[in-house]
């Protein structure tokens, strides 16, 4: 089965740091482009970074840029987020998403919570 | 970086069909047929519906279409459900150096 499954969410305070994995199964992972997309309580969906099948390039949104650092490990098939620096805004459900394709994004997680609060 | 532009909400009866927008740049939805789009249900992860403007992934059901028109972006969901009744978004490709892909506000669609 194809799955995506992350962990490594939890309650930290502003300015700390938590990292998130992902771990990849059933399908080829070195073959995809992976992307972390996230989700603050009511809100809608925001891309937050992507990175290339073999790891050679990585781009973010602004609101993370410097903060965050999206890496893989394909002989593990893991996908991890490291962020520093976290604000309130930062709250969110964290997705591990696959790029199947066309810029589409066809397999999700189940998702990570984050929670900035002091 | 805005978001791409949605209705927040649109409803409609059992049988009937609706259309959701998804109004974006040429800088995005208009430069490039990279328009997808994503059901959530509560609680649930998104899932593809469309992806590259109007094709559907298998196991899709064909009550669920795509086009685009300039910088618009609209699916129709034609036949409506009431399993239908969910969170729709609507992401694009973007040529930019700091985004890749850049997502729709969302649109809450209910079946009356």
């Known amino acids: 089965e194809v799955q995506l499954v992350e962990s490594g969410g939890g309650l930290v305070q502003p300015g700390g740091s938590l990292r998130l994995s992902c771990a990849a199964s059933?399908?080829?992972?070195?073959?995809?482009?992976m992307h972390w997309v996230r989700q603050a309580p009511g809100k809608g969906l925001v891309w937050v970074s992507r990175i290339k099948n073999d790891g050679s390039s990585t781009i973010y949104a602004d609101s993370v840029k410097g903060r965050f650092t999206i890496s893989r490990d394909n002989a593990k098939n893991t996908l991890s987020l490291q962020m520093n620096s976290l604000r309130d805004e930062d709250t969110a459900l964290y997705y591990c998403?696959?790029?199947?394709?066309?810029?589409?994004?066809?397999?999700w997680g189940q998702g990570t919570v984050v929670t900035v609060s002091s | 970086q805005s978001a791409l532009t949605q209705p927040a909400s649109v409803s409609g009866s059992p049988g009937q069909s609706i259309t959701i927008s998804c109004t974006g740049t040429s800088s995005d939805v208009g430069g490039y047929n990279y328009v997808s789009w994503y059901q959530q249900y509560p609680g649930k992860a998104p899932k593809l519906m469309i992806y590259?403007?109007?094709y559907r992934p298998s196991g899709v059901s064909n009550r669920f279409s795509g086009s685009k028109s300039g910088n618009t972006a609209s699916l129709t969901i034609s036949g409506l459900q009431a399993e239908d009744e969910a969170d729709y978004y609507c992401?694009?490709?973007?040529?930019?150096?700091?985004?890749?892909?850049?997502f729709g506000g969302g649109t809450k669609l209910t079946v009356l």
């Open positions: 992401t694009s490709y973007i040529s930019s150096s700091t985004l890749d892909v850049v």
């Open positions: 590259a403007v109007s």
């Open positions: 998403v696959r790029n199947w394709g066309h810029h589409a994004f066809d397999i």
């Open positions: 059933g399908f080829t992972f070195s073959s995809y482009w």
